[in-house]
């Protein structure tokens, strides 16, 4: 079972930026698709961006979060820019292969007005 470890999140203003990273504790090769999802209070868990032969954003994201990958260091990033107070949220990190969907802890995310 892979372990995620997520870091980077923080309290940043309006229009700051951030760069979350997601350890693995194994390759990342082994991986069909790797993931940041979110969650804001009251709300349900929503896909923000994902990365595998393709790479898609969520419609509320583009152009200000970039995902990417480091096989050499098992890690995704997210870099997200422009940050605006509706993207506060705990991010979690998504691991997906055959036989496993895993998750990180989350690390939250705090954008302020």
């Known amino acids: 079972q892979v372990q995620l470890v997520e870091s980077g999140g923080g309290v940043v203003q309006t229009g700051g930026s951030l760069r979350l990273s997601c350890a693995a504790s194994?390759?990342?090769?082994?991986?069909?698709?790797m993931g940041w999802y979110r969650q804001a209070p009251g709300k349900q868990r929503e896909l923000v961006a994902s990365?595998?032969?393709?790479?898609n954003y969520a419609d509320s994201v583009k152009g200000r979060f970039t995902i990417s990958r480091d096989y050499a260091k098992s890690t995704v990033y997210l870099l997200m820019n422009s940050l605006k107070p509706e993207d506060t949220a705990v991010y979690y990190c998504?691991?997906?292969?055959?036989?496993?969907?895993?998750w990180g802890q989350g690390t939250l995310v705090t954008v302020s007005s």
């Open positions: 194994v390759t990342i090769f082994s991986f069909n698709t």
């Open positions: 998504n691991a997906r292969r055959v036989l496993e969907d895993a």
């Open positions: 990365i595998s032969s393709s790479i």
